[in-house]
């Protein structure tokens, strides 16, 4: 008999919350336990930008049975749908029915306000939180769902919103977007939840500051988060998530509403190999060929002598924007080379940056004979001519890269400049440019075949 009475009221409960009844013990103000803040360098929403997901973590004291739980100060595009909810404290004896965004009205009676004959007075602060709620969602005042007025306020005539006879109190109203939950308890007592959800209000970004002298360069890493959620964590803890399992705490600190607060990323990194080179790559675009005797393929293609940095790192790199300095000899002065933003950089991979034309050199580049090198024709030679120009005032050392596109066999049978093998088909000449001069590089190249 019992066992079918509990039955039959536990049917009837969830036929009440099904049709909307919410009713039930209101429960008292959750207590923060703890914030975590994860930021995501490897996720990003529809709109491609960064998702940031905020976990929290409550203290809920319930009442045995149904219990309405409101946590006031939520974002405003928070979608009730997509909040996670997980309780700590002997999960099976939480259920939780319904989950939904409503607003709620704090503060203090406007000191204006009067009760005049047992009636409510419409007052102008009061109009202006009407209009607030207006503002919030229409739909929700008109049902009369999803709004939680404190005591002293009343609707009047549906569109405005007067003070109850009562006391005076001071000035002072504000509209909250509130989580509402309806939750039934299997007995009384303090339970621990959390919720996480995807928090659109926080704004973060990470920089790296490089700073470059002779062949090593110094690496600064940071993470600045604002604070734009119309409230204030007290102490919340800030995770960077790179992925593939790795994340990174920035540490525990209190982000006030409205403020910003700057983060070290792990420890410098110091002594990374870097350079500053200038080029002159006369092929590019030009594709490799498995064999190809056509006359001139590969040659006559010109293009800009252009600057790049080279930073090698044994470390992951999160995605963010990189400064890069170089170190002058004299004294402590800097320069600012370049500002790039980078995706996640893992190991040797490193970066590369180009820093665009080289204005005072320029560089041609031309095949100058193609012969067969045997009389079966298993062997081709060919040779080409590479000028670069100085019109500048200093001597200019330029690295001059040939892609050896014809096939995989080769060999440099004659060359002007000694050359260093940078790839399976790429070498590169070091040489450098006077001022005022020009530098003429030849080289023939045999392939097989």
């Known amino acids: 008999m019992a066992i079918f009475v509990r039955y039959v009221l536990g049917a009837t409960l969830f036929a009440c919350v099904v049709a909307g ?33 905020l976990t929290e973590e409550r203290e ?26 997980r309780s700590f404290t002997d999960p099976h004896s939480l259920i939780l029915f319904e989950q939904r965004v409503g607003y709620s009205v704090g503060g203090k009676r406007p000191t204006e306000a009067r009760s005049v004959k047992g009636e409510g007075v419409v007052v102008p602060e009061v109009l202006a939180l009407w209009q607030k709620l207006v503002a919030f969602d229409p739909a929700a005042l008109a049902s009369g769902k999803g ?54 209000w926080i704004d973060w970004r990470i920089d790296h500051l490089a700073f470059i002298e002779g062949d090593r360069c110094d690496l600064t890493s940071s993470v600045t988060v604002a604070n734009h959620a119309g409230r204030e964590f007290r102490a919340i803890d800030v995770n960077l998530e790179l992925g593939k399992g790795r994340t990174i705490n920035l540490g525990r600190a209190a982000l006030p509403d409205g403020d910003e607060r700057t983060f070290p990323l792990g420890e ?53 924007w990189l400064h890069v300095y170089e170190k002058r000899p004299r004294g ?18 490193g970066v590369i940056l180009d820093l665009g034309e080289v204005a005072e050199l320029t560089g041609t580049r031309h095949q100058t004979s193609y012969r067969p090198a045997d009389a079966r024709g298993e062997r081709f030679a060919e040779m080409y001519e590479v000028r670069v120009k100085n019109e500048g005032k200093a001597p200019v050392d330029v690295r001059i890269v040939e892609n050896l596109v014809r096939g995989p066999t080769w060999q440099i049978h004659t060359e ?24 003429i590089l030849s080289y023939e190249v045999v392939y097989t075949w």
């Open 21 to 53: 009844c919410w009713r039930g013990r209101p429960g008292k103000l959750p207590t923060p336990t703890g914030d975590r803040l994860q930021l995501w360098t490897v996720s990003a929403d529809a709109s491609g930008k960064s998702v940031t997901t």
């Open 60 to 85: 809920l004291l319930l009442s045995a049975g149904m219990n309405i739980v409101r946590i006031p100060g939520v974002p405003r595009d928070i979608n009730a749908d997509r909040v996670a909810f």
């Open 147 to 200: 709004v939680t007025l404190p005591p002293g306020l009343v609707p009047l005539g549906g569109s405005l919103l007067a003070l109850a006879p009562g006391p005076e109190g001071g000035a002072g109203w504000d509209v909250v977007p509130t989580l509402m939950w309806l939750i039934q308890a299997r007995r009384a007592g303090t339970y621990r939840v959390q919720l996480q959800y995807a928090f659109s």
């Open 268 to 320: 410098p990194e110091k002594g990374i190999p870097a350079r500053l080179e200038i080029r002159y790559e006369g092929a590019v675009g030009v594709p490799f060929a498995e064999r190809n005797e056509e006359i001139g393929y590969g040659g006559g293609a010109t293009s800009a002598v252009r600057r790049r940095i080279v930073l090698g790192s044994k470390e992951v790199i999160p995605g963010g």
């Open 332 to 349: 402590s002065e800097v320069a600012l080379l370049a500002v790039a933003q980078l995706g996640n950089i893992e190991g040797e991979a």
């Open 416 to 439: 002007t400049h000694p050359h260093l093998v940078t790839g399976p088909r790429t070498i590169e000449f070091p040489v450098q440019v006077g001022p005022f001069s020009e530098e």
